[in-house]
């Protein structure tokens, strides 16, 4: 599904979310929508699986994995590491400390794009900032990282390497059956979607605990 099918969808079923929401709390939105539509077209704010896995891998200290499933989902699948937010949960006063910072880059995720778009919405309307999405969701990354189609022989070079790098990587991280001494090396992340993402460390706003590290 296309981002944009994704944001309409998204709206709509925020106007449902918000609706639950504390009166107080909607007053404190600080992002209109005209700005985050702006954002999600701009994808800038979407991490795709490869780059996420080489974080994994070369356990990058400075990102956290918010799974906004609900719990019973989270029992029974979750990323290595990742914190389970409810997005019914993911601005409330219970989470804010954690959300609202600038020490991480937190990613959201969750069986596809939409809830975890949904859950961005949210946070960005708060004003929260370093959020990110994992593209596609885990049905994504279990097509690109768990289970990577292998190549055909008329393919690229690269189209191999990427292959055998995502295998091992799946195994570095305890989720598949490659050679895990593929990824020993570090792999180094710039980016995220178009969107540059700091590697050294950040002003602090507020401190968020536990993480991916």
């Not at 989902?73 to 409810?86: G, H, R, V, W, Y």
């Not at 609202?100 to 949904?118: C, G, H, K, P, R």
């Not at 991280?173 to 570090?186: C, F, N, Q, R, T």
């Not at 401190?207 to 991916?212: D, K, L, M, P, V």
Request: charged fraction near 25%.
């Amino acid at each position: 599904m296309k981002t944009l099918q994704y944001l309409s969808i998204a709206l709509v079923t925020l106007g449902l979310i918000v609706a639950f929401v504390p009166e107080q709390t909607v007053s404190n939105f600080k992002v209109d929508k005209e700005q985050i539509v702006t954002e999600l077209k701009q994808k800038a704010y979407f991490m795709n699986p490869d780059d996420l896995v080489a974080m994994l891998v070369n356990k990058d200290p400075l990102f956290k994995l918010v799974d906004v499933r609900d719990a019973s989902e989270f029992q029974n699948f979750s990323l290595p590491n990742a914190t389970n937010i409810d997005i019914k949960d993911i601005i409330s006063e219970e989470w804010e400390e954690f959300m609202n910072q600038d020490i991480y880059t937190i990613i959201l995720y969750s069986n596809s794009n939409l809830e975890a778009v949904e859950a961005w919405i949210l946070c960005r309307q708060m004003g929260y900032e370093n959020i990110y999405i994992l593209q596609g969701g885990l049905n994504n990354w279990f097509e690109t990282i768990v289970n990577p189609k292998h190549p055909l022989p008329t393919m690229p070079d690269e189209d191999q390497a990427k292959y055998d790098f995502r295998k091992a990587a799946s195994s570095a991280i305890g989720m598949g059956g490659g050679d895990s001494s593929a990824v020993s090396a570090p792999v180094k992340v710039t980016t995220v979607g178009s969107k540059p993402v700091t590697t050294g460390a950040k002003k602090k706003k507020k401190r968020a605990s536990g993480g991916c590290g």
